[in-house]
């Protein structure tokens, strides 16, 4: 499963070795899910990272070589109406690239999109591991 991790997730799972957004990391390789995120994503990760303690960064660069990027995609042949210009792109290019987008944010995002874009799920990572512990397919 293509998984698309927004700025949010990666910093909150720079940020904490607990919580849903890190174990995304750990549980991706023997779920087969593939974590990927875009160059937009990343320069937003590398500016917030001085908001956080230093060890946040070393998290950082272990994490990265984890994700694949792809690239940013910034229009649509379909209706797009979403009025924070700056998240646009993240949403697009999940949409593009990825099956499921994952994302903390949840005023930007869920809140005025709901729990779908396009057919898109737009879940937290614990809601996203919830529905696959759920539906019996989170190898533990």
């Not at 960064?57 to 690239?71: F, G, S, Y």
Request: some cysteine; glycine content about 6%; charged content about 20%.
């Amino acid at each position: 499963m293509k998984l698309f991790l927004d700025t949010s997730v990666l910093l909150a799972a720079c940020g904490s070795a607990r919580g849903s957004s890190r174990a995304l990391f750990g549980y991706a390789p023997a779920q087969g899910w593939t974590l990927m995120a875009s160059p937009w994503v990343v320069a937003e990760v590398v500016r917030n990272l001085a908001k956080f303690p230093p060890a946040a960064t070393h998290e950082w660069l272990r994490l990265r070589p984890h994700l694949v990027l792809m690239d940013d995609v910034v229009s649509l042949n379909q209706i797009v109406v979403f009025p924070v210009a700056k998240d646009r792109p993240v949403l697009l290019t999940a949409l593009a690239w990825s099956q499921v987008r994952l994302t903390l944010d949840r005023e930007d995002f869920t809140g005025l999109l709901g729990s779908h874009f396009y057919g898109l799920p737009l879940l937290e990572p614990a809601e996203f591991l919830e529905s696959e512990r759920h539906a019996g397919r989170l190898k533990e």
